[in-house]
Each structure stands twice: as C-alpha cells, then as structure tokens.
C-alpha cells in the first residue's frame, strides 16, 4: 500500500510563493511517475505538473507555465512543487499522485496529465492566494 502525505499549503498573498512536498511511502519510489493536481470548489480536478521516474521530463499545464516547477527525490521519497507569482485563480486543493503506469510512447506527457492513470493519491493541502 502506498500513502502520500502532502505538506506546505497554506494562506498567501497575490505574488507570493509557496513550497509544497509530498512524502511516499514505498520501496520502490522510482518506480512511480509523479504528478500534481488541484481542484477548486464546484471544479473538477486538473493537471497542475508532472514529472518522469528519473526527472528527465516534466510537463506542465498552460495555466502555470513559467510560475511552478516540479522537482523529485528518488533517495527521499519525495516530489515538490514550487509556486512563485502565485494568483487567486490557484486558490485549490493540491494533491499528489503517484501512478504505476509505465507508458513510453511519444504521447507521454498527455498520457500522465490525466488523473485516470494515477494509482495513488495523497489527501490534499489547501492553497488559498488573496488578491
């Protein structure tokens, strides 16, 4: 069983940053593709920033091109994710998924920017940007 504890959320103004960290606990951590979702009330899920086994690709979400960068730790079980020029439209729960899925195909960063394909998940952090 894999858990993920997600950390660092918090209350910030328009411009600000933040740090989050999720810890898994799982032997075999590289063996999971990472990823970052949030949701907003009343929104479904989205894609926020995902990262490869080794680190060697990430992917991000128009939204937060630019701001975030997703980062992992294979000898520490961990992937973060740094927020800077943070806005009220990021206001949303943050979770971290792992998922098991091995795809090598060309459409890879499509294929885990979909939250179908995430095995696990952590029980979130509330992020909240004021204006």
């Known amino acids: 069983q894999v858990q993920l504890v997600e950390s660092g959320g918090g209350s910030v103004q328009a411009g600000g940053s933040l740090r989050l960290s999720c810890v898994a606990s799982?032997?075999?951590?590289?063996?999971?593709?990472m990823g970052w979702f949030r949701q907003a009330p009343g929104k479904e899920r989205e894609f926020v920033a995902a990262?490869?086994?080794?680190?060697?690709?990430?992917n991000y979400a128009d939204s937060v091109k630019g701001r975030f960068t997703i980062s992992r730790n294979n000898d520490e079980n961990t992937v973060n994710l740094q927020m800077n020029s943070l806005k009220p439209e990021d206001t949303a729960v943050y979770y971290c998924?792992?998922?098991?899925?091995?795809?090598?195909?060309?459409?890879?960063?499509?294929?885990?920017?979909?939250?179908?394909?995430?095995?696990?998940w952590g029980q979130g952090t509330q992020v909240t940007v004021s204006s």
């Open positions: 998924g792992g998922s098991a899925q091995y795809y090598n195909g060309l459409t890879g960063k499509t294929y885990y920017s979909s939250s179908e394909v995430y095995d696990y």
């Open positions: 799982v032997h075999n951590f590289i063996g999971y593709y």
């Open positions: 990262i490869s086994w080794n680190s060697v690709s990430t």
